[in-house]
């Protein structure tokens, strides 16, 4: 059997990431991370709550990591920000594609993504929050359309997801093609929103 005193929150929430890294977050269960853990699934329960509490923790840790990704991002120019922001998140996606399937499961509580009865995950509303924020700074300097801020940021993302579910779908793209492809759908949305905003200063 484990030893029950080096047995903590954090250990056990490892082991039920390495498992969802390894076999996908359906076939996570207590008594298998026990069972890797080398105790018994009701020792588990002395730092979890049930399953859900186990996966909601695993997915903190990577909403946290991508904020981490966000936060090494280095851009002065507003737009230049955005774009280091979706490839953070694409290369966030192709880093651990079955953690990438928790982002389903957890709504940040902003803007569209706000569902009505749905509880919200304020490490998924952080992650928003950086990009919209980025969104607000190229608004207000004149260089995308005026608008709600988490509107823009909200397009973008819904562009860059897709991106990064076409990519795990597993086309033989090499490193230069996978780049051109994320680069033209952010430059594609971009241009589009700075496009609508010299039509309404036009107007």
């Given at each position: 059997?484990?030893?029950?005193?080096?047995l903590?929150?954090a250990?056990?929430v490892a082991?039920?990431r390495?498992a969802?890294e390894?076999d996908?977050?359906?076939?996570?269960s207590l008594?298998?991370v026990?069972?890797s853990?080398?105790?018994?699934?009701p020792?588990l329960?002395a730092?979890?709550?049930?399953k859900?509490d186990l996966?909601a923790?695993v997915?903190?840790?990577?909403?946290?990591?991508?904020?981490t990704?966000?936060?090494?991002?280095e851009?002065?120019?507003?737009?230049?920000?955005?774009?280091a922001l979706s490839?953070?998140?694409?290369d966030?996606?192709?880093a651990?594609?079955?953690?990438f399937?928790l982002l389903?499961?957890?709504?940040p509580?902003?803007?569209?993504m706000n569902v009505?009865?749905?509880a919200t995950f304020?490490?998924?509303t952080?992650?928003?929050?950086v990009?919209t924020?980025?969104?607000?700074?190229?608004?207000e300097a004149?260089l995308?359309?005026?608008c709600e801020?988490v509107d823009a940021a909200?397009?973008?993302?819904?562009?860059?997801?897709g991106?990064?579910e076409?990519?795990?779908m597993?086309?033989?793209?090499d490193?230069?093609d996978?780049?051109?492809?994320?680069?033209?759908v952010?430059?594609t949305?971009l241009?589009g929103?700075?496009?609508?905003?010299?039509?309404?200063?036009?107007?």
């Amino acid at each position: 059997m484990g030893d029950m005193a080096t047995l903590t929150r954090a250990s056990v929430v490892a082991e039920a990431r390495a498992a969802i890294e390894r076999d996908g977050v359906e076939k996570l269960s207590l008594r298998g991370v026990a069972r890797s853990l080398g105790v018994t699934a009701p020792a588990l329960y002395a730092y979890v709550t049930d399953k859900d509490d186990l996966i909601a923790a695993v997915a903190t840790g990577y909403f946290d990591e991508l904020a981490t990704r966000f936060d090494a991002t280095e851009a002065t120019d507003p737009l230049e920000e955005i774009r280091a922001l979706s490839r953070a998140y694409v290369d966030h996606a192709l880093a651990s594609p079955r953690l990438f399937r928790l982002l389903f499961r957890y709504p940040p509580g902003t803007g569209a993504m706000n569902v009505e009865g749905v509880a919200t995950f304020a490490p998924a509303t952080r992650t928003v929050e950086v990009a919209t924020q980025a969104t607000a700074r190229a608004i207000e300097a004149g260089l995308l359309a005026p608008c709600e801020p988490v509107d823009a940021a909200m397009t973008m993302w819904a562009a860059v997801h897709g991106v990064a579910e076409v990519l795990l779908m597993g086309f033989a793209f090499d490193e230069a093609d996978r780049d051109r492809f994320v680069e033209s759908v952010i430059s594609t949305v971009l241009a589009g929103q700075a496009a609508a905003a010299s039509d309404r200063n036009a107007q």
